[in-house]
């Protein structure tokens, strides 16, 4: 015992020493936090770029009060002007574009035009399609001659927004949103697919530099060859949780940061507070917290929503099971990655191996993404009970929400399974680090597995 | 007493067998030669030693006493292929096989602070491997066998990558190894080195033991009543009856003579037919060279 702690000791160490390590664990979090903030920092300050845009209608003026002028864009209808003439100088007239609508639009719905030097931002986009197809829609609703058509109208006119409220089983409610499940799936699933093959074939490759090197044949004549094996996947597996746990540390720390920085402005922290309590006192609490959102940014409100949406996950449970599957999932694929390195006397005749156990982890994490379309498919829950393709697969579902047993019985088979695959690839092991210049089979591997002695 | 026994030993691989019945005993605080060709069993033997593999039939005693796994710390073995992590600095690598092999962290740093000042290495320990030439990484990886003190050293092929200055440094380091109580199997296939430093050898191959014994003996029970004779003169030795001359050559002056002569001759007759032809300046019993032996055994056997 003592000489596998010497042994996973060295292996841990000369890897976290390593500079590519250091900065891999400190980028990682800081990129991953720049994905999240830019676009939400841009989404804040898009309202101050003001936009000027001449509104020119071809011979007719159906559309003369259709777009109300907002925030972000000033609407200037011109009679008596050339599209032509226009757009030579719509610039020096301080105008973004030119918005140019044919007589024909009701019946044509592409005869509208927006002309303007740069690509247009979505939203501008958006709200002219809206507002004119709104008005469309008014002027061919005029035509059927209804009474009292403008209070009509008023009166249907209704907005939704859809919240969702998960129940769990005891009777708690939290507000969640899928979106953020699916982020969270995705990121998890992809996560894991990235450290377990990442640390695996560290171990794979650390296998090969001993036998290459032919220090194996110096340390299995002081311990056993399964002593090295398991300190060395046991180092490795440090090296991962160490990355692991700093990566969660370091984004609670940023996400904390970002709670009480950014989020202070729309001094919305009630919606948080809230997350936990009761359905009833929440959802009037909620809409309380809306109305004043509303009143202060609505976009900031949104992203509040979502924030306070993320922190709802079920966090403990996910992190827990993360490690978990982190652990079983890599230490079957590192013991398999291991018998591979014992295998082979260089890194390039590992092709042949790696290929039919790579299928089964690319197969789990297009199973992970299509999970977050569908997480109850039974395709996605045989694939989180199958040790193989479980631990990519299981993470991605569990942001969505799994019955206990489920999980219960995944890491059952999941322990069953890498036990049985330390125990096959340290057969192995033992007999490929001391063969060399021989091109190995799977056959061969097999008659390894069954050697006694 | 023997130090270390193996009585008949048998592995067999996939496809050959790697060694059939070898026994060897290797006494006390001397120095023994494995010997062989290429491919032969030696490299399993010295694996079936350091219990990296098992045999399949056969026993192995160290002092008298079955070879227990717990064994490796009494036994050092320097590989034929050098095994040194590159990346990793001499003195943290040395550190570590150290404490693979069972010392303390404390003794290991007292004997590896000695034993740099012995080769004069001191200043390699912040060093990576992979910075220093393959006769230093050599004098690095002979620290690491030597230092657990083991009482049983394997070294197979330990002079390869030397210069001549740093392979009798590290000649000198095995016999004061051995005189301070350590008994050595010596794998190499340089026989000037064997006849130098081992005391007993035994000659492996296609897996069987075809010659075993002490050097002398060997050497003296291959030596075929042949003499070489160098004479200063002008006159000419011609053979007779009693002896004759396999070869003559002239050099600076000087005859040599290779005699072959009867099995029951008196050598002093030799000389006294000699000495009317000129000064004699040496004569000595022509003992076979370890390697004409090894290389005339083998043949036989193939």
């Known amino acids: 015992m003592n000489k596998i702690s010497v042994i996973i000791k060295r292996e841990y160490m000369t890897r976290v020493r390593k500079k590519s390590f250091i900065i891999m664990t400190i980028l990682a979090p800081v990129l991953m936090a720049a994905i999240i903030i830019v676009p939400t920092v841009v989404m804040l300050n898009q309202g101050q770029d003001f936009k000027k845009i001449a509104v020119i209608e071809d011979g007719s003026d159906l559309f003369r009060n259709a777009l109300p002028n907002t925030k972000e864009a000033e609407y200037v209808y011109l009679d008596n002007v050339k599209v032509n003439d226009l757009k030579n100088t719509y610039e020096q007239a301080g105008y973004y574009g030119i918005l140019y609508i044919s007589p024909e639009v009701i019946s044509v719905p592409n005869a509208i035009q927006l002309i303007s030097k740069q690509q247009p931002p979505i939203g501008l986009l958006d709200y002219i399609e809206n507002s004119l197809e709104k008005e469309i829609e008014r002027q061919k609703l005029l035509a059927y001659n209804i009474e009292n058509l403008d209070e009509i109208m008023k009166n249907v006119e209704t907005n939704i927004s859809i919240q969702t409220i998960k129940i769990d ?48 044949e110096v340390i299995v004549s ?154 109850e498919s039974s395709l996605a829950f045989w694939c989180s009970m199958i040790p193989l393709t479980s631990p990519i697969v299981m993470i991605a579902r569990i942001p969505f929400g799994v019955p206990y047993w489920q999980l219960a019985v995944s890491m059952a088979l999941m322990i069953v399974t890498f036990a049985a695959f330390v125990w096959m690839s340290a057969k192995v092991y033992r007999t490929g680090i001391l063969m060399y210049g021989k091109k190995t089979s799977w056959k061969e591997m097999w008659k390894w597995l069954r050697y006694s002695g | 007493m023997a130090l270390f026994e193996a009585k008949d030993v048998t592995k067999q691989y996939a496809t050959q067998l790697a060694l059939d019945k070898v026994s060897i005993a290797v006494p006390e605080q001397s120095i023994y030669g494995l010997l062989g060709p290429n491919g032969a069993g030696k490299t399993t033997l010295i694996r079936i030693i350091n219990q990296i593999t098992g045999p399949d039939s056969g026993e192995l005693f160290l002092n008298g006493k079955k070879l227990k796994p717990e064994d490796v710390t009494l036994i050092g073995y320097l590989p034929e292929e050098r095994g040194l992590y590159k990346k990793m600095k001499v003195g943290e690598q040395a550190l570590y096989f150290a404490r693979l092999k069972g010392l303390s962290k404390h003794e290991a740093m007292k004997r590896l602070k000695y034993w740099f000042k012995k080769l004069e290495i001191t200043d390699w320990w912040g060093k990576k491997v992979e910075e220093l030439s393959k006769g230093m990484q050599q004098k690095v990886q002979f620290i690491i066998t030597v230092l657990h003190e083991p009482k049983l050293l394997i070294f197979d092929e330990p002079f390869t990558g030397f210069d001549p200055v740093n392979a009798n440094i590290i000649k000198n380091e095995i016999l004061f190894l051995r005189e301070r109580g350590a008994t050595i199997i010596f794998s190499t296939h340089n026989m000037g080195s064997v006849e130098e430093l081992c005391d007993n050898i035994t000659l492996i191959n296609k897996a069987k033991t075809i010659l075993e014994g002490s050097v002398n003996d ?39 003579y290779r005699l072959k002569a009867s099995p029951d001759i008196d050598t002093n007759y030799i000389l006294n037919t000699a000495i009317r032809s000129g000064r004699i300046i040496s004569f000595n019993p022509a003992l076979p060279s370890m390697n004409e032996i090894f290389i005339r055994v083998v043949e036989s056997r193939n």
């Not at chain 1, 929440?282 to 917290?289: F, G, K």
């Not at chain 2, 030596?223 to 200063?232: G, K, S, T, W």
């Open chain 1, 222 to 375: 002081s311990v056993k060859p399964v002593e090295l094996m398991l300190g060395k996947i046991i180092g490795i597996a440090l090296v991962g949780l160490t990355q692991f746990m700093i990566w969660v540390f370091l984004t609670v720390a940023i996400a904390g940061i970002i709670n009480s920085t950014i989020l202070k402005k729309a001094n919305l922290t009630e919606v948080t507070q809230t997350a936990t309590q009761n359905l009833m006192s929440e959802q009037q609490q909620a809409a309380v917290a809306s109305v004043q959102a509303a009143d202060v940014n609505p976009e900031l409100a949104e992203f509040s929503k979502l924030f306070s949406s993320a922190m709802n996950q079920p966090w403990g449970l996910i992190i827990i099971s993360f490690i978990f599957y982190f652990i079983t999932g890599y230490l079957l694929y590192a013991s398999i990655f291991a018998a591979i390195g014992s295998a082979v006397d260089n890194e390039t005749e590992t092709q042949q191996f790696m290929l039919p156990v790579t299928i089964p982890i690319i197969l789990a994490l297009m199973v992970a993404m299509g999970t977050m379309q569908n997480p």
């Open chain 1, 169 to 216: 089983e005891t009777g708690q409610s939290k507000e969640t949103s899928t979106g953020i499940a699916m982020v969270l799936a995705y990121i998890g699933g992809f996560l894991m697919y990235m450290l377990v093959f990442i640390f695996g074939s560290q171990v794979m490759r650390g296998v090969i530099e001993e036998k290459t090197s032919r220090v194996v």
């Open chain 2, 218 to 256: 060997i050497r003296n029970q291959w030596a075929a009543n042949e003499y070489d004779l160098v004479i200063d003169g002008d006159g000419k030795v011609e053979g007779n009856g009693q002896f004759s001359i396999l070869s003559r050559q002239t050099e600076k002056g000087k005859d040599i």
